[in-house]
C-alpha cells in the first residue's frame, strides 16, 4: 500500500470583498457550532453592508481561502467615535482548519493592518461560558489582556469578557 | 415694579419617533457643546434609522418636550445578541434646561422601560476627559458604578468609562 502524501494546502489571503463571501461567512461562522442564528445573521449582515456601503461601512475584513475555498476570516473595523481604537467584531475559523494556526495567521494580518492605519489598540469581545474557554485562551495566547468582565451581560450566567492588545507601533 | 411670575413649565415624555426629531436632536446634542461634529451626526442618524426600520433598529426614544420643544432625550436598546443588558446609547439636555431634573427624569423613565421590556442591566459608556466629570458625576448619582475603564480608548489620553445600573424587578 502506497501512502498518499496529502498535497500542500496553498492559502491566500484576501481582503477584497466579494458577493460570494455572504454565504461563505455564514458556513464558516454556523459551521464553528459557537454562535446562535442570531449572531450569525448578523455576521453575514455586515459583509452585505461593507458590499452595500464600501469602506463608509466601517467594516474591513480579511478572508483565508484554504485550496480555493474560504475557510477563515476577521471583520474590524475603528470604533466610531476613537481615532485609534478598532475592534475586532469577528474571527472565525472553518472546523476541519482549527488547530492548524489558520486563526493565529488572520489575526496577525488583522493586527499588522490596524498598526498600518495608525490604530493604537485591539478590542475582541466574547463570551464568559465554558463554551468559549478555548476562544478566551486564544486571546491570551495572541497577547490579549482581559480589559473588561461584564457579569450576567449577554444573559443571567453568561458574562462578556472586553479583551485588549496595544499595538506598538514597531509591531 | 410687579414681579412676574415665571409660567409653570408643561412637561410632555414621547416616545413616537417624528420625522422633525431628527433636527431636534441635532440641535440639542450639538447645543450641549460636549460632542463633536462626528457624534452630532451620529445621533441624527439613530433618529433616521428608527424612522426607517421602526423598532427593527434597535433603536428606542424618549424625548422630553418642555412647552411644545424637544429639550432633553434619550436613545437607548437591547444590545444585540444579549437577552437583558441594555444599552443606553445617547442622553441629552439642552443648555438652558440642565441642572432642572430634566436629564434625571428621562433616565427614570428610560430605566422604567427597560425594566418593563425584561431587562437587568443598563450600559452607559462616556469619557474620561475632563469636561465629561459632570456626565460621570451624572451617572453616579443616578446609581450607576463605574464597569470597566479602558485607557487610550477615544484617543490617547482619553479613556472610556463603562457605567452599569443594574435593575431590580421591582423598581
Known amino acids: ?14 481582503e477584497a470583498v466579494l458577493q460570494t463571501d455572504i ?16 449572531e450569525v445573521a448578523i455576521a453575514a449582515e455586515l459583509v452585505e453592508e461593507r458590499l452595500q456601503k464600501g469602506p463608509a461601512s466601517g ?4 478572508f483565508a481561502e484554504v485550496d480555493g475555498a474560504v475557510k477563515g ?6 470604533i466610531p467615535c476613537s481615532t485609534v481604537s478598532w475592534d475586532l467584531y469577528w474571527i472565525a475559523v472553518a472546523p476541519d482548519q482549527q488547530g492548524s494556526g489558520l486563526g ?9 493592518r490596524i498598526r498600518e492605519a495608525g ?3 485591539v478590542y475582541a469581545e466574547t463570551s464568559g461560558r465554558e463554551q ?11 497577547g490579549y489582556a482581559t480589559g473588561a468582565v461584564f457579569e450576567d451581560f449577554y ?8 479583551f485588549v492588545k496595544r499595538l506598538d507601533r514597531q509591531g
Open 1 to 14: 500500500m502506497i501512502e498518499q502524501k496529502t498535497p500542500r494546502t496553498h492559502i491566500v489571503f484576501r
Open 23 to 38: 454565504e461563505a461567512v455564514r458556513g464558516v461562522v454556523a459551521g464553528t457550532g459557537f454562535f446562535s442564528a442570531e
Open 59 to 62: 467594516y474591513e475584513f480579511i
Open 73 to 78: 476570516y476577521s471583520c474590524y473595523g475603528l
Open 104 to 112: 493565529r495567521k488572520v489575526l496577525d494580518l488583522t493586527e499588522q
Open 119 to 121: 490604530g493604537l489598540a
Open 132 to 142: 468559549y474557554t478555548p476562544t478566551r485562551g486564544f486571546y491570551g495566547r495572541c
Open 155 to 162: 444573559g443571567p450566567g453568561d458574562a462578556k469578557y472586553v
